[in-house]
């Protein structure tokens, strides 16, 4: 009897030690994975996603864009082959969407070979619209885009300013997640091959 709760005790520590030597093994490292940009890196404003709400992918490689302006008038993307066509998602709420207005309202009026147009992505009526737009007034056209029907050549935003590049062949030459500069259009045309700041 003895001689058996002995060899249950030598197999109790047995046991233990096992598990106390299996319990320090340091688990082996995961890969890391690289993570995408977030809108808050950027500093773009996150946009609130529904589980129900639909989410297309769009950007096709020459988008098409035929959309009624505020000021009554109808845009067409294709008309504009031959310039470089600033695509500006925005929102009236949207504090550094606000902020990039002027420097593109500027960029639109100096620069021949660069058109801007802002795409009002929210739910606000054309009038209001309107009366925001006296109080923050740009010289490029404005249309305020349907958030359940929006342009399907371009890919729902997933924050705010989200801006496209279109080339004058009317391909995708470039496209930012948050706020733009002139600069950073500039810079983006001189990439594609386009003139540079200083020849422009």
Excluded at 36 to 65: F, S
Excluded at 121 to 130: A, G, H, L, N, S
Excluded at 150 to 176: C, E, N, Q, S
Aim: with cysteine.
């Amino acid at each position: 009897m003895h001689r058996r709760s002995v060899s249950i005790s030598l197999l109790a520590v047995a046991l233990a030690s096992a598990v106390l030597i299996g319990g320090c093994k340091k688990p082996a490292p995961e890969p890391e994975l690289a993570q995408p940009q977030t809108p808050a890196e950027t500093g773009a404003l996150t946009l609130p996603q529904t589980p129900d709400e639909p989410r297309h992918e769009g950007d096709v490689r020459i988008p098409t864009l035929k959309i009624a302006t505020v000021d009554g008038q109808q845009y067409d993307l294709a008309t504009r082959r031959g310039k470089w066509v600033v695509v500006n998602f925005w929102a009236t709420w949207c504090k550094p969407c606000l902020k990039e207005m002027p420097e593109l309202s500027a960029l639109d009026a100096m620069r021949e070979h660069i058109e801007v147009v802002g795409l009002a992505y929210e739910d606000i009526t054309p009038d209001d619209m309107k009366v925001f737009l006296k109080l923050h007034p740009v010289v490029y056209p404005i249309a305020v885009v349907d958030t359940f029907n929006p342009p399907a050549d371009f890919a729902t935003p997933r924050g705010l300013p989200m801006t496209y590049l279109i080339a004058p062949d009317g391909t995708v030459a470039d496209k930012f997640l948050g706020p733009v500069t002139a600069k950073d259009i500039e810079s983006a045309i001189a990439k594609a091959g386009g003139p540079k700041a200083s020849q422009s």
